[in-house]
């Protein structure tokens, strides 16, 4: 079974950027495509981005123009560079695959605060 274990998360001001990084202890292309997810206490977990085996992307409208997912398969990981941040970003980070989901690891928490 897959493990995913989320970093690089924090407390930046707004305007600001964070690249996030998810390492998975298995191959990430077994799982086809990936994507990026966040949560807040009293909200439905989101999708944010997402990108195939091949790099094809796809994202959110509330991130389009900021954000940038891409991945390293050969070194079983998965990016999310995140710029011009807004509060509204304040949220919980996870990554997993899109369709083929495996357990959910920690998540990074990204703060976006004055």
């Known amino acids: 079974q897959v493990q995913l274990v989320e970093s690089g998360g924090g407390l930046v001001p707004p305007g600001g950027s964070l690249r996030l990084s998810c390492a998975a202890s298995?191959?990430?292309?077994?799982?086809?495509?990936m994507g990026w997810y966040r949560q807040t206490p009293g909200k439905e977990r989101e999708l944010v981005a997402g990108i195939s085996n091949g790099g094809f992307t796809n994202y959110a409208d509330s991130v389009k123009g900021r954000f940038s997912i891409s991945r390293d398969n050969g070194k079983n990981m998965v990016f999310l560079q995140m710029n011009s941040l807004k509060p509204e970003d304040t949220a919980v980070y996870y990554c997993n695959g899109l369709r083929d989901k495996v357990s959910w690891g920690q998540g990074t928490q990204v703060t976006v605060s004055s």
């Open positions: 298995g191959s990430i292309f077994s799982i086809n495509a």
